[in-house]
DNA sequence: AACACTACTGCCATAAACTGTCAGCAGGTG
DNA sequence: CACCTGCTGACAGTTTATGGCAGTAGTGTT
């Protein structure tokens, strides 16, 4: 059962390996396969996205470009490809930016809607410069600003104090390489950034905060004037 | 066909939104399938490593992770990720730089060949600065290494003078944000870095360089003692 | 200890799919 | 025109997927 898909495969990577066209015969001989399977395998591919064109009288050519096959990423993985793809897309130069733009709509559109999330808020930020490892656990931060509870901190400043806080998590972001959860702070009454490699300890607390996480990002949004940029 | 492979994704998807295990029974209504097949599919989404666990008595459970439906990626797409993993893998916290590092590991384990030598270039160098526009054709470059050509360039230097050089590219690299071609200059007689942003013009021999790719290469690590940081 | 629930495997008949052969149409080339 | 090629439909043979049944084993509850 695992035949006709490997077959496919082959039948891509032997497109790939011409640069001219090739015609159905010569495929359908180095997959081992007729050549009325061929076509219809060739439709196949292509109903999956492949890009190929077939010209009647010249043969087949593989458009360039690469499929993946379905591969399984952790969540830290996932978070990886896609704040690297956020930083090409806003760092290099203007053909690959878009490219990374791009690749990175093509992961979005297939992860679950929670997912979603971290794509959207890893815009908010983009720096440079090292941090210490995350003490705080990033997954429980996230579920937290998924069901919109509060989150009670022991978190340390700049000077090493060390304050207790009661903060509406409702964004994750990026700042200088390091996260920072983004959240209404019940202290000081006002929006607060938290690095969460100061974060010493977290609970959180089984009550849902009073107001929609997305109505607070907007709010947010709003207070920002002009976004942070070098 | 397709629509085994459908199911499957579905039943992945069934498996996401439930955060607790789940039976194969309700798994099965779930994806309107016999619990005999479900076994089966569940034994098939396992051979294709998605990491999911079923204990007796409890039900599955799918470990944190996303699989990715399988995807076409255009070239500079697909350098656009390679780039921004090796960044993260680079720059980011710890934690987040081995997930860039694993990530880019899996993705190039299912590249074809050619594509392969991207990734190891792009290892070359890493930096960070803005350039304007390529005016060179990226993927002629990367054809003239793949058959080791001549290559016979119109080079603009940092003064603005204009020579007319041919080299023997061995490697394509990013510095800086510009991408760099490695090369043996025939004029220098000496290995030189080239700006592909100050390229005027180019033009591929049909003659191959008297030496291999893959030894100019070696020889040119051996001439860095230090590799290039900051 | 008994019981309920569950994952997991093997067997087999049936249903669905894939495949190859044959035929024919359409577009491009010489 | 002949020739090559892509593309589609129909049919029969083969393969594969599926569902039901029976049985084993691990887990938790009573």
Redesign the pocket.
Same mark, same amino acid.
């Given at each position: 059962?695992? &035949? *006709?898909s490997e *077959?496919l495969l082959t039948l891509l990577q032997t497109l790939r390996r011409y640069r001219r066209p090739? =015609? $159905? =015969?010569v495929l359908a001989e180095e997959t081992g396969?007729?050549? *009325? =399977?061929l +076509? *219809?395998? %060739? &439709?196949s591919l292509q109903a999956q996205g492949a890009m190929i064109e077939?010209? &009647? $009288? %010249? $043969? +087949?050519v593989l458009k360039p470009g690469f499929m993946l096959p379905p591969m399984m990423f952790s969540e830290e993985e996932l978070e990886a490809l896609v704040l690297g793809s956020r930083w090409v897309a806003r760092a290099a130069e203007p053909r690959l930016a878009n490219a990374g733009a791009d690749a990175l709509a093509k992961i979005a559109a297939v992860l679950p809607p929670d997912m979603r999330d971290m794509v959207d808020s890893a815009t908010l930020f983009v720096g440079r410069k090292r941090q210490d490892e995350d003490k705080a656990d990033v997954s429980a931060i996230r579920k937290a600003i998924r069901l919109e509870r509060i989150l009670e901190l022991h978190y340390g400043d700049e000077q090493g104090r060390i304050s207790r806080r009661r903060i509406w998590p409702f964004a994750l972001g990026y700042f200088e390489h390091v996260r920072i959860i983004m959240a209404w702070c019940e202290l000081r009454q006002d929006f607060r950034h938290f690095r969460t490699d100061r974060i010493i300890d977290m609970t959180i607390h089984d009550a849902r905060y009073p107001r929609r996480r997305t109505v607070l990002l907007k709010e947010w949004r709003d207070t920002q004037d002009t976004p942070i940029e070098h």
């Open positions: 059962m695992v &035949a *006709r *077959r090739v =015609t $159905g =015969t396969v007729s050549l *009325r =399977t +076509y *219809r395998d %060739i &439709a077939g010209e &009647a $009288g %010249i $043969g +087949y």
